[in-house]
């Protein structure tokens, strides 16, 4: 199977993290959606990263459902699901990817935002997604509490997408402290961006 994103997605990200931990044999193509040359279209008409083709040729997008195939595959290693099969931990683990995703997209936004020319800029769009990202941070804080991990006794997806959500806020964004606000999510996130799956797959521009 082949993953096609860019290096900077933390979408992406999230599903080349998942790839590691799992140790599932695959290409990564690199294609960055917003150039001219982009391919990603073919693959996906909504022109998103990250796609992933499967080995029969057809396409998933977009990254929660390509994550929920990844965790479904037979005979990844390790055996340990990221999604729990059933029950309402997996509905808590798939809420906090959503916390984290829309962490994600109030960044991005923010982003693209600012690359407009100062005079199209919104100051109230903007305003608005910081708040989005204020309140999802204290609001992921709030529910860590004192856990080692967001659900159960081991890393899960929500782990993995709120560790591509800071990782992605810290990349962007550097600015925004908020490791200072909340020492039990600084843990966590130190904790994870020791793993092999977080370091090798780190954001970064692709001018360095
Ligand atoms: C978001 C994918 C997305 O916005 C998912 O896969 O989880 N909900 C989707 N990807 C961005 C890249 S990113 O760095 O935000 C993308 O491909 N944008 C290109 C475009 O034309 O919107």
């Not at 081991?154 to 709120?162: E, G, H, R, V, Y």
Request: hydrophobic residues 40%.
């Amino acid at each position: 199977m082949k993953l096609i994103g860019s290096l900077t997605c933390p979408y992406v990200r999230k599903i080349r993290i998942i790839l590691a931990e799992k140790n599932i044999k695959h290409e990564f193509d690199v294609d960055i959606p917003w150039n001219t040359d982009t391919h990603v279209a073919n693959h996906n008409p909504l022109g998103k990263v990250p796609v992933l083709i499967m080995n029969d040729g057809k396409t998933l997008f977009d990254s929660r459902v390509i994550a929920e195939y990844l965790d479904d595959l037979e005979g990844a290693i390790p055996a340990s699901r990221l999604i729990p099969e059933s029950g309402s931990a997996r509905w808590r683990v798939k809420r906090w990817e959503a916390l984290a995703d829309g962490i994600c997209d109030a960044t991005a936004t923010i982003f693209l935002e600012r690359k407009r020319p100062d005079t199209q800029q919104s100051p109230e769009w903007i305003v608005r997604q910081h708040k989005k990202i204020d309140l999802g941070l204290a609001a992921a804080a709030m529910e860590l509490g004192g856990n080692d991990w967001c659900e159960g006794k081991t890393i899960t997806l929500a782990d993995i997408a709120l560790g591509c959500a800071t990782g992605y806020l810290a990349f962007r964004f550097p600015q925004i402290e908020w490791r200072k606000s909340y020492p039990n999510l600084t843990k966590l996130i130190d904790k994870l961006e020791q793993r092999e799956s977080f370091i090798s797959t780190a954001p970064r521009d692709y001018a360095s």
